[in-house]
C-alpha cells in the first residue's frame, strides 16, 4: 500500500507492506534511490514506513520492498509530478534578476519559461534527474503580480509560480532646481 501515490519532489510518501519475514530488514528502493529507506517487519511480517520523495524524473517510478533474508519483493507505483520548487525573490522591481528552481520534469528536456506577458524569457535544459535552475532579468511590465510558467517542451507539462512587480522611479529630471 502506498500514500499517496501522485506527487512533487519532496512529498511524504508512506508504505506499508506484508508477507515478509518476521523481524527481517525490509529495504525499500525508489525508482533510481536504493535503499531510500529500511525499516525492521514485526514479528508477523508486515511493515509500515515513510520517505520524502527524492529530486527524479517526471512520470511513473518503481517503488520496490525487499526483505534482505526472505529476498520477498512487492512493488507499487509513485507518479512523480512537476513543480516550480523555488522562485527568488517573489518580488521586485523591473531589471531585477531572478532565479527559478524546479523538478520532476524528463531528464535533460528543454524547459521554456515565461514571465507575465513574455512567452519566453528563456529556455533552459533539465539536468539527468529532471532539475532545472535558471534566471532571467524581469523585462518592462506593468506593476502587480505576474505568473512564471516552466514548460517542458517535450513532455509538454508545465508548472506555475508567481512574482510581483513594484513600482520603481526610474529617472527624475531634472536632477536639481
Known amino acids: 500500500f502506498v500514500n499517496p501515490y501522485i506527487g ?9 507492506g506484508s508477507g515478509f519475514g ?9 525508482g533510481t534511490s536504493l535503499a531510500i529507506t529500511t525499516v525492521f517487519a514485526t514479528g508477523g ?10 529530486t527524479q524524473p517526471y512520470g511513473l517510478t518503481t517503488i520496490r520492498a525487499r526483505g534482505e533474508t526472505s529476498l520477498q519483493t512487492a512493488d507499487a507505483v509513485f507518479r512523480i509530478m512537476h513543480s516550480i520548487s523555488s522562485i527568488y525573490p517573489t518580488m521586485g522591481t523591473v531589471g531585477n534578476i531572478v532565479t527559478v528552481a524546479g523538478n520532476g520534469y524528463m531528464a535533460s528536456e528543454q524547459i ?5 506577458t513574455t512567452k ?5 535544459p533539465s539536468n539527468a534527474a529532471g532539475m532545472f535552475t535558471a534566471c532571467f532579468t524581469t523585462d ?8 512564471i510558467t516552466a514548460n517542458g517542451l517535450m513532455s509538454n ?7 510581483a512587480i513594484k513600482a520603481n522611479m526610474i529617472s527624475v529630471m531634472p536632477t536639481q532646481g
Not at 511480517?45 to 527524492?54: N, P, V
Open 140 to 147: 518592462t511590465q506593468a506593476y502587480g503580480i505576474k505568473t
Open 120 to 124: 519566453t524569457i528563456t529556455i533552459i
Open 45 to 54: 511480517g508486515t511493515f509500515t514506513t515513510c520517505f520524502t520523495t527524492d
Open 112 to 116: 521554456r519559461l515565461s514571465f507575465g
Open 157 to 163: 507539462i508545465y508548472a506555475a509560480g508567481s512574482f
Open 22 to 30: 518476521a523481524n527481517e530488514i525490509i529495504r525499500v528502493d525508489f
Open 8 to 16: 512533487t519532489v519532496g512529498s511524504i510518501v508512506s508504505v506499508m
